[in-house]
């Protein structure tokens, strides 16, 4: 299947991670609705993510993990059960690539959250809550502790070197190890979706 | 083995299967909303078009003031350039567009299935998670992001994975003054926000067969809160009935095929689902959420719970966060707990029986509480004037808004000011949702006029007691 290199890869990827202890952190926790029409080139961009989190209403900032040194700027996020649930917004993903983060771990996301990280080159993975609550809980003991992660082998390895394995659909592997977007793929199918169109035309003549 | 419901559907749409069961999926319908605009140029500049301009419809929503009749009446500033940017490119690439002037217009989510543009048996897709919505009338909707939304646009097709499917069967039958948002508030309740996460839900039994078509559009919408990105209920007489004669819908020989078609749109009696749950629709009573997530809900005959009767540290610690955000104390009557703003409209409840079930409890009462009522979509609005439900709020002292998504999202200046509580007939209570610091209980229409006329949370049923006998 062919197909362009349009986003950057993920092949391995070593980072301080960021212990985020929120059950159901949703998207608008991620990036609070008022922020949506805000584009992305803004340069104050960066720091809508998790923005009522990280501000107080003055603009000043609260003690929340992310804004403490040695985490911020860490480019993993160790998060809770689903992790992105609630609105499609894509802008949840786009917050966390203008802040560097490029895979986050949790025991569940949201479906349609976790399909906005694959297209963006950002490695959504799957550990059990067990897994992930002692992922926080070393992250939180050893702050600056470092997440390696591996996606060809589909393993990463933890602050104190326990080594973790975790599975991801062979298409989304595919198109993150090589960082293809989904358009350059479907348009090597053209002949394919006008066959399908005159077949589908033909039995479903009310849906056309 | 026989199919369910989804795999008929989703079969007839495979462009193309990979070995590793991601398929290529040929999409039937998309709506599009002002928060889009952005995403025209973009596919502009990857030298990409819009694929199938006859088979897009746009409508803005999420941006549109509920106090503004025209895009002039929109302050100068993004509001307006959302609205107008949608505008801008409908006008360049020709598809279906519902501006402010246009009866037409309204919530995406509204929209869809009252200009028969959603129909049994098609795929549609929105970039908007409560397009889950259009599932009520038998066919596979899903929300899905902005990149997605790009390469539908492109190719009028998408990748996805087959998901799993659930069935969750609601016997007998909803009880006086309970509707379709108790029951789904009462699914996300017993499953957990994230307990569809990964499926498609099917609902059936009876309660779901007793319910008007309104009502399966609120159990649909709010499926995506228990995670699960598609809900849908089989079309039986109550769906081609509704589906009948409406501007989009097809007509003489084309409307007769549909028909045959859709009648088979049934799961087979041996169909296997990955999931099955039963609940019981006579024991689901009006329903308050009382945290920060969909899932926090109970009867509102309860008491706020305790996190320290949670055996898990976990659910105790994002429990006693809901309480410290929301200002609540374990043991008290949800029942006391008092309400500074109504809101009733919403992709979840703006439709024309959520507004008769709110007015029936309106009606002679004056509000205690600041009170929005914003119906889904010009035409809601007609058919509420006609039946004189506006002269009812207005003299209860509510106000009677322009269609529009309003404090759902609060992206169009109607939102709650810090620390302030509403009573709101959306689907999110997340924190901050209404406004930055706001506090959010969800409930249904005739539930959220029970607040407004009381001015705290109220059993609808006690309320409505006359009116019963």
Known sequence: MSGKPKLEPFTTFASVAVPIDIANCDTDQIIPGRFLRKSADDPDYHRILLHDLRFKPDGSETDFVYNRPPYRGGRIFVADINWGCGSSREHAVSVLTANGV?????????DIHYNNCIKNGV?????SSEDCATLRRQLRESPGAEIAVDLETQSLTGPDQTRYDFTIDAFDKHR???GLDDVGLTLAFEDEISAFKTKYAAKHDWAT | MGKTLFHKIWDEHVIHEREDGNVLLYIDRHLTHDLHHRLFPLIKAQGLSV???DKLFGVPDHSVPTTAKTVDDIPEGEMRDTVVGLQKAADEYGFHHFGMTDDRHGIVHVVGPEQGITLPGITLVCGDSHTSTHGALGCIAFGIGSTEVQHVLATQTLWQ???KTMRITVTGSLGFGVSGKDVILAVIRAIGAAGGTGYAIEYAGSAIDGMSMEGRMTLCNMTIEAGARFGLIAPDDKTITYCKG???APTGAKWEQAEVYWRGLVSDTDAAFDH??????DEIAPMVTWGNSPQWALPVTETVPDPARESDPL??????ASLDYMELKPGMALSEIKIDTVFIGACTNSRIEDLRAAAAVAKGRKAKTRTLVVPGSGLVKKQAEAEGLDTIFLEAGMEWREPGCSMCIALNGDMLAPGERAASTSNRNFRGRQGQGSRTHLLSPAMAAAAAVTGHLSDVRDLMKEERS
């Open chain 1, 123 to 127: 490695l959504p993975i799957q550990l």
């Open chain 1, 176 to 178: 993150l190890l090589n």
């Open chain 2, 161 to 163: 994975r087959k998901p």
């Open chain 2, 315 to 320: 659910v105790q610690a994002d429990m006693q």
């Open chain 2, 51 to 53: 694929k199938e301009p």
């Open chain 2, 276 to 281: 099955e749950i039963t609940l019981d629709g």
């Open chain 2, 246 to 248: 409406r501007p989009f």
């Open chain 1, 102 to 110: 490029r895979s986050v771990i949790a025991p569940s996301f949201g």
